[in-house]
């Protein structure tokens, strides 16, 4: 059970056929002037809610966000000859 302020509007669609095995629907949320849509699945048994992401294997995932990154007067601490135990 959750609990919400009272400026919290949460929408759940009708579910969907199933898709392998669950049912999918969508959820608004709305707190104030932000919106959220998400998709959900829940299981056959409609017990068990879960969200999927699809994600390309075939490349970096974190390439772009590792480019943006400048650590070239990035301060350290310690000595980098410390002697390691």
Do not use: C, H, Y
């Amino acid at each position: 059970m959750f609990a919400f302020a009272p400026d919290v509007k949460l929408v759940v669609a009708t579910s969907r056929r199933p898709e392998s095995g669950t049912f999918r629907t969508d959820i608004a949320l709305t707190i104030g002037e932000n919106k959220e849509n998400a998709k959900m699945w829940v299981s056959q048994g409609r017990k068990i809610p879960t969200s999927r992401e699809l994600n390309d294997l075939s490349k970096d995932a974190l390439a772009e966000n590792r480019s943006k990154l400048d650590l070239k007067n990035a301060p350290a601490t310690g000595n980098p000859n410390a002697r390691l135990p």
